[in-house]
């Protein structure tokens, strides 16, 4: 089990966690992660993609001309598909692109991925980005500043953290996430991955102290 110090809004040490190994040191499986990103942003595809068919374009109602003699080869509508403004053969039609994945699978991507950010030092924990009970853009990022340089910064906060909320959402190098909602894609695309110190008891479901532990 490795430590990470808590770093608080001075940029000073103010105590240490535990990363749990069974979250922060597991083997990556990488086809897992692959599998678990590809069914994520699978299901984030709207699927309203509608093409109109022969059947559904207006028009066409009427044989553009007689059967025979003309020396053009038949037709019965303009809207067939050879002819422009026809309507498209197998075109696509609304559909749901989401794929099944059991909960385990995507626990265990989201394992690997976060194992492989601790493993290169790139797991963080602040107590919080300002003081006080006022937002301060200004001040959360010169704290977020003192522990990741990345212009990529993925920061997890507890579900009921306003305060570093407003503070950071609107800065464009920060990607906000509730500790319920963390994620395999989120984690990777990420250069690093600040936790809050709420954030992480609340993702690990139990106080992660130094002093505690297995815990």
């Known amino acids: 089990m490795s430590s990470v110090d808590v770093i608080n809004v001075e940029g000073n040490k103010a105590g240490s966690v535990e990363l749990p190994d069974s979250v922060f040191d597991v083997q990556a499986n990488i086809p897992l992660m692959h599998q678990v990103v590809v069914a994520q942003l699978a299901a984030a595809r709207q699927g309203t993609h509608k093409a109109k068919s022969r059947g559904e374009v207006a028009g066409g109602g009427k044989k553009p001309y007689k059967q025979k003699g003309t020396g053009r080869a038949r037709q019965g509508s303009i809207r067939a598909p050879q002819f422009t403004g026809g309507g498209v053969v197998h075109g696509p039609v609304p559909r749901d ?52 340089e990345s212009t990529k910064v993925l920061v997890v906060l507890s579900s009921t953290d306003e305060l570093n909320w ?50």
């Open 97 to 148: 692109y989401s794929q099944r994945t059991p909960k385990k699978m995507k626990a265990a991507a989201l394992r690997g991925a976060l194992s492989d950010r601790a493993r290169d030092g790139r797991v963080h924990v602040v107590e919080s980005f300002v003081s006080g009970e006022t937002p301060s853009t200004k001040a959360a990022i010169a704290t977020l500043r003192k522990v990741a």
């Open 166 to 215: 407003l503070s950071l959402r609107n800065e464009v190098t920060v990607h906000l996430l509730e500790a319920g909602q963390l994620n395999t894609y989120d984690v990777l695309v990420a250069d690093e991955v600040v936790f809050t110190k709420d954030a992480l008891d609340e993702f690990l479901g139990t106080p992660a102290t130094a002093e505690e532990g297995n815990k």
